[in-house]
């Protein structure tokens, strides 16, 4: 049996999304039900429907930054009630046993994750995603989304909140550390307010000198204007840690080289271009080049209770459902400050 909800989607590869119904299953012991209010609207998603990132299953709703309120629970369901504030975040599913998932990094589970549209679950359900009035998911998927932080600015962080505090934490980021947020966008407005909050000194470096005063408002220290010609050069050896939001390319030898003995640079954005540089680049003062993909669970709910600590969230604009085309074609534009979210009450 299943719930017939409205949602938004593309019928096909590179097509413009429209409303149309999705199926969703009705409860098992252990499952949620979310009535959705918000969903962020991410650059994956519009890589997604541009047939960029493989064979789909179409119609498909895009949508993996999800928040709402619970309106029911299965049996087996301990920690959720009816009435509670969740969220959902990039995975519905894993294999539960493998060395990744056991060590509550369900991100890197190789044997069964399942994303939360595009997937297939073990049963052969076809996953859809939160450009919906509703999902259903494992509780074991959910995350408790504090009061404390408003929806449409919590939606954005089960996606660029996660991306961005998983490898912040993961090196050890923190009071003495400096860091250098490289591109102020839907990820990088993120990383630079919790590495901020992490008590590191950051300096946003980015191609867009208009956005200073905003890099500077969300806890950045400094600015770099890399489109200033030496500017690059003149930060070299600066950083312990270089967190890369920028999918477009970048002269990677030259960021690299601003970089200290021991320095990381973290790549959480996915260019379509590879990268390279010298290999003294690397061994002349021990750097390493590493990349990060959200996070697990448990380190999921971490970020959101560190972002309500905080007062941490995503600065967003709201849109109706019948204005998600416009917003995509002004990501491509990087003509948002600095992440469209769907008010779903519109869908």
């Known amino acids: 049996m299943s719930t017939t909800v409205r949602a938004w989607g593309a019928p096909g590869a590179g097509q413009p ?6 199926e969703r299953r009705d409860l098992r012991p252990d499952d949620v039900r979310i009535d959705i ?33 619970v309106t029911a629970v299965g049996s087996e369901v301990t920690q959720f009630q009816v009435g509670d504030i969740a969220g959902v975040g990039c ?16 991100q890197f589970c190789t044997v069964a994750r ?79 307010q919790i590495a901020a909050a992490l008590g590191a000194e950051v300096t946003v470096l980015t191609h867009s000198a208009s956005k200073a ?51 990381v640079m973290c790549n959480v954005a996915l260019p379509k271009e590879p990268f390279s540089a010298p290999v003294r680049t690397f061994t002349n003062a021990r750097r390493t080049f590493a990349g990060s993909l959200i996070g697990g669970i448990a380190e999921t709910q971490e970020m959101l209770d560190f972002c309500a600590e905080h007062r941490i969230g995503a600065e967003v604009e709201v849109i109706a459902a019948d204005r998600i085309n416009e917003a995509y074609d002004r990501m491509m534009r990087s003509d948002v400050k600095y992440r469209f979210v769907i008010d779903t009450a519109t869908v």
């Open 17 to 22: 999304l429209e409303p149309f119904t999705i």
């Open 37 to 69: 209010a918000y969903c962020g609207i991410c650059h994956s998603d519009v890589s997604t429907v541009a047939g960029e990132w493989g064979e789909r299953r179409w119609p498909l709703a895009p949508g993996h930054e999800v928040v709402g309120t």
């Open 114 to 192: 399942v994303l939360t549209y595009g997937g297939t679950m073990p049963d052969g359900e076809y996953t859809q995603g939160g450009y919906a009035q509703q999902i259903v998911v494992q509780e074991a998927f959910a995350l408790q989304v504090p009061d404390t932080i408003p929806l449409p600015n919590a939606a954005p962080l089960l996606c660029a909140g996660i991306t961005t505090y998983s490898p912040l934490l993961h090196w050890g980021v923190g009071e003495g550390t400096r860091v250098g947020v490289v591109g102020l966008g839907g990820l990088g407005h993120m990383g630079v």
């Open 213 to 263: 005063a905003d890099a500077l408002r969300l806890g950045a220290t400094d600015v770099v204007a890399t489109s200033e010609p030496g500017a690059l050069e003149a930060a070299r050896g600066r950083f312990d840690f270089l967190l890369n939001t920028v999918a477009a390319p970048l002269d990677f030898d030259a960021y690299m080289n601003t970089l200290r003995v021991d320095g």
């Open 91 to 106: 995975m519905v599913d894993s294999c539960g046993s493998c060395e990744a998932c056991l060590a509550g990094e369900e």
